[in-house]
């Protein structure tokens, strides 16, 4: 079992839907989550952190944290075509020095 | 330029050759990083530097891979004896790794190994 589990998708939305991308982990000691966004042949780029659980929001993106459940959740709302891309949560135990994966969600959203 | 930056961006061996890939940190980030990334897959560590050192390097498959940064800044990972199942992306991120905090890494676009 990998630590950081994520559904592959395809997601396919049409363009202005709210976007819920879902990702469940194992480990207790991770404290800090991340969500990448990565484009094809591209390499990943840090959208939003959290640290323990809770709520953090950016523009349309909010990142949420449930560690009762161990469960980590991005929305974006208003979603626009230029937010197709593959969508890596990851996860990082205190103080520790590598981050773990999951698979990557591939959305693609419809003019 | 500002970001992280890796070439070759594609390289082409045939197996049992020996591939070096090289890193380009963001300059004054300590913390160098590779990451193995196979196709529908998410990034996989193989090794952290701190550094000029190795902080870290179980994520390494076995001792045909090997990385170094002599100087605390560029980063070089070597593929000994490559076999078709090296074939991957490899991707590297620098951090400016500040203890007790989340650790923001930037990654580079990548270096795709293709072992024929």
């Known amino acids: 079992q990998k630590e950081v589990e994520q559904d592959p998708g395809p997601l396919s939305v049409p363009e202005g839907a709210i976007v819920s991308l879902n990702c469940t982990y194992s480990?207790?000691?991770?404290?800090?989550f991340m969500w990448y966004r990565q484009y094809s042949r591209k390499g990943p780029e840090l959208l939003m952190y959290t640290y323990s659980s809770g709520n953090k929001e950016d523009g349309r993106f909010t990142a949420q944290v449930d560690k009762s459940s161990k469960y980590i959740s991005l929305f974006i709302r208003d979603s626009q075509p230029s937010d197709s891309a593959t969508y890596l949560c990851a996860a990082e135990p205190y103080n520790f020095n590598k981050f773990y994966f999951g698979s990557g969600t591939k959305l693609n959203v419809k003019p | 330029g500002a970001g992280v930056s890796q070439t070759p961006s594609n390289k082409v061996t045939e197996k049992g050759k020996y591939v070096e890939l090289r890193c380009d940190p963001i300059?004054?980030?300590?913390?160098l990083y590779w990451y193995r990334q196979s196709l529908g897959q998410g990034p996989e560590f193989l090794i952290y530097?701190?550094?000029?050192?190795?902080?870290?390097d179980s994520g390494l498959p076995n001792d045909r891979f090997f990385a170094v940064r002599p100087e605390g800044s560029v980063s070089t990972l070597k593929i000994q004896r490559t076999e078709r199942g090296d074939s991957a992306v490899y991707l590297c991120a620098s951090s400016l790794r500040t203890s007790g905090s989340p650790d923001t890494q930037y990654f580079g676009p990548g270096t795709r190994l293709t072992v024929l």
């Open positions: 530097f701190q550094g000029t050192g190795a902080a870290d």
């Open positions: 300059s004054g980030h300590t913390a």
């Open positions: 480990n207790s000691a991770f404290q800090y």
